[in-house]
């Protein structure tokens, strides 16, 4: 019998017209097939060192350096393009380093939706994660998303007054993008970006058009915004930012009680839409709606903890209704019934059960698996406990 031939094997080649693109991937990665038309290709095609659309910003790695643009567009009548030039440039002292080569990074991992590049000589390691960028390109939610960022540093600020004052220009220019005063701060921002003078509250909507005209959904971030400002006032010893900053507080908090806090013996609401709510999910110019952006009117649990979150001191004086509140809970709990995986919005539900039954709810805070993001366990007790 003759034996079997042995497989054709093709002979290694060495392309001159396709780049090669494993220079750029760490060995663990060389076994398998590299992508491509990857979201991450300009950094691993010729020098590597052209800028990557990372949704919203381009992205830039060269010289052992890492250089991120927030790109502004170009028009022309044939085009519109985004123009990258350097905001912010991350590197080391080591960048220079004797042994950095023309390959100056590595893909260490990636996924459909991120990639890990190191800068091997500088130590740098950078998760870059592809975004919707929070609405920042249509001036919407600024006050929602900022306001987290200005209550954590006005908290470092307090503490550490050295390094407040090391990073106050950063800190006021996220207050300015939407509390700005006037020429005190940056003329290129127009004042009180979302706040509204005469509705007395923010509208989150920016400059999106919808048929029912501006809109607002969270009403206690908003209320952390202009709280979390009234704070970095207090750690920079800024009268007129905590003055500002703490009436648009108090207005945010009457606009919420009064629009969005539906009580059953007012009059605000028809009769037929106040029997089924305890409290609005948008609030639109026009129209006010029990859905979410983000769930449907049954989740009754979500539409409460959309009005909480985040929870903190100030949520006491944007709940100071007991009364209310007892209403709310109740209309709420029997949502939660039979459902094992909204133990994070349950924290919400049972926090503001804590304002008049302090002892069935932390029986059940203390049961809870699971907490929102920017909550915890802890923060709980301490609401609990504070009542």
């Given at each position: ?19 090669n ?16 038309n ?51 440039t991350?590197s ?9 080569t ?37 001036y919407?939610?600024h006050h ?50 979302c ?29 952390n ?14 009268t ?7 009436t ?19 009059n ?11 409290i ?36 006491e ?10 209403e ?10 039979n ?11 049972y ?37």
């Amino acid at each position: 019998m003759s034996s079997s031939p042995l497989p054709f094997l093709f002979p290694q080649t060495q392309s001159t017209i396709l780049p090669n693109p494993s220079n750029f991937f760490s060995q663990n990665l060389l076994s398998s097939p590299l992508p491509t038309n990857s979201f991450f290709q300009n950094f691993v095609l010729k020098n590597g060192d052209q800028p990557e659309y990372i949704h919203p910003y381009l992205i830039k790695s060269s010289n052992s350096s890492l250089s991120i643009s927030y790109p502004f567009l170009l028009f022309t009548s044939s085009m519109l393009y985004q123009v990258f030039v350097a905001d912010l440039t991350i590197s080391t002292p080591s960048s220079s380093h004797k042994n950095a080569t023309k390959t100056s990074h590595v893909i260490s991992s990636y996924s459909d939706l991120s990639v890990t590049l190191d800068i091997p000589y500088s130590y740098l390691r950078f998760f870059l994660v592809r975004g919707a960028d929070f609405g920042f390109g249509v001036y919407n939610d600024h006050h929602f998303h900022l306001g987290y960022f200005l209550y954590g540093i006005a908290v470092l600020a307090k503490i550490d007054p050295t390094w407040g004052q090391k990073y106050k220009p950063q800190a006021y220019a996220l207050v300015t993008d939407f509390l700005n005063l006037g020429q005190r701060f940056n003329s290129h921002s127009p004042r009180l970006r979302c706040f509204d003078l005469y509705k007395l509250h923010s509208w989150a909507s920016g400059l999106t058009e919808f048929e029912d005209g501006r809109n607002q959904e969270s009403t206690s971030e908003a209320v952390n915004a202009y709280y979390a400002a009234a704070l970095l006032g207090l750690a920079y010893r800024d009268t007129r930012l905590v003055t500002t900053a703490s009436t648009l507080t108090a207005l945010e908090i009457h606009a919420a009680q009064t629009w969005w806090h539906v009580k059953s013996e007012e009059n605000l609401y028809a009769e037929e839409f106040a029997k089924d709510n305890r409290i609005v999910g948008i609030l639109w110019a026009n129209k006010r709606d029990s859905k979410l952006w983000w769930a449907s009117e049954e989740c009754r649990e979500c539409r409460l903890s959309i009005q909480v979150l985040p929870l903190l001191p100030i949520t006491e004086s944007l709940f100071s209704d007991a009364v209310y509140v007892k209403e709310l809970v109740e209309w709420t709990l029997p949502s939660l019934k039979n459902k094992s995986n909204v133990d994070g919005w349950k924290g919400f539900t049972y926090a503001l059960q804590g304002i008049y039954d302090k002892e069935n709810s932390l029986k059940k805070i203390r049961m809870l698996k699971d907490f929102d993001d920017g909550n915890s366990f802890s923060n709980l007790l301490w609401w609990i406990h504070s009542r």
